[in-house]
């Protein structure tokens, strides 16, 4: 579904469709805009994850702390929100979209 690797230098790009049902990723204009929602909850998820275990660990009232902490953590894990928030969106929020596994048995007959 995606081109790249996740952590890297380039910046993180989408397949339009997939390269083995032809499946259009994008189903209607802005359909991916609805990810942002999802990301939201795991940015949200992971910020207070991390902040009480800065607090388990460092035991700090320093607001600078937690903020110095808690930037480093979202930025560290903004590539992996972008990718699996789209992945949850397209596979298990939209209704639309179901497993066919007849491309599954056809994968496996093209490779060797």
Not at 26 to 32: D, H, K, L
Not at 72 to 100: C, E, G, M, Q
Request: one cysteine or more; a positive charge.
């Amino acid at each position: 579904m995606f081109v790249g690797k996740t952590y890297g230098i380039k910046r993180q790009r989408m397949n339009d469709v997939c390269p083995h049902c032809g499946f259009r990723f994008e189903i209607e204009p802005g359909y991916f805009y609805a990810a942002m929602y999802v990301s939201y909850a795991m940015s949200v998820a992971q910020v207070v994850t991390t902040g009480l275990l800065t607090y388990q660990v460092t035991k700090s009232e320093s607001p600078w702390v937690y903020l110095g902490v808690l930037v480093v953590a979202i930025l560290i894990f903004a590539p992996f929100n972008f990718r699996y928030s789209r992945l949850i969106l397209l596979h298990y929020l939209t209704p639309k979209v179901k497993y066919d596994p007849k491309y599954e048995d056809q994968l496996h007959e093209e490779i060797p």
